[in-house]
């Protein structure tokens, strides 16, 4: 995945991110990140760690919308950021945030590095939303089963094998699928009973 400061020399980045006025945050794991900002218009880049965006329903049942890692970006015109939305820290995790109007400031424009930063950024935003729409597909399919396989496939892809570990916990990829997290365990069991799939607790190996 490419780095927002990918090719650009640490002097450079200092300096880009003194321009950016960037503000560096270290969080614990568990933590609701959105609780603890308070910019307007901004976008916020991991740079250690990762964080699941989580939608809490009326009911108290939860979905997870996304999880970014380590490179990615969320902010306020790239993610679903409202009160029902929280963003949990799934370890320690440092973020650092950049308002929107300074990427656009006299300053970072004239610099020479301001190209390159640019297209990393874009690049970024492009491989976000390739993701997005990922998730809206998976979420299209009509049964468990056919969320389940859509979903290995997409790790399989993403691995480049067709052997992989998914990274979440099975309560986490319920929540993720929106589904019924006895109902998922059921279809996993008639996976394995098909002979589609092999499974040694969150190792996946497809058969077919």
Do not use: H, W
């Amino acid at each position: 995945m490419t780095n927002l400061f990918e090719n650009i020399n640490d002097k450079n980045i200092d300096k880009l991110k003194r321009f950016l006025r960037a503000l560096t945050v270290n969080y614990p794991k568990n933590i609701n990140v959105l609780s603890n900002v308070n910019l307007d218009n901004y976008i916020a880049i991991i740079d250690k760690g990762s964080v699941q965006f989580i939608y809490n329903d009326y009911d108290g049942n939860k979905t997870i919308i996304e999880e970014l890692k380590e490179g990615e970006l969320f902010g306020t015109l790239l993610s679903s950021i409202t009160e029902e939305v929280d963003c949990i820290t799934k370890e320690q995790t440092q973020i650092t945030y950049i308002e929107f109007n300074d990427i656009t400031n006299d300053e970072i424009i004239k610099s020479e590095f301001y190209i390159v930063f640019i297209k990393n950024l874009i690049k970024l935003l492009s491989d976000q939303v390739k993701n997005k729409n990922n998730r809206i597909e998976l979420l299209t399919k009509r049964t468990t089963r056919d969320k389940l396989l859509e979903y290995f496939r997409m790790q399989s892809q993403e691995k480049g094998s067709k052997t992989f570990t998914i990274p979440l916990t099975y309560t986490e990829l319920a929540n993720y699928l929106s589904v019924d997290r006895s109902a998922m365990t059921r279809e996993l069991n008639y996976l394995k009973e098909d002979n589609l799939i092999k499974t040694n607790k969150r190792r996946i190996t497809l058969l077919y």
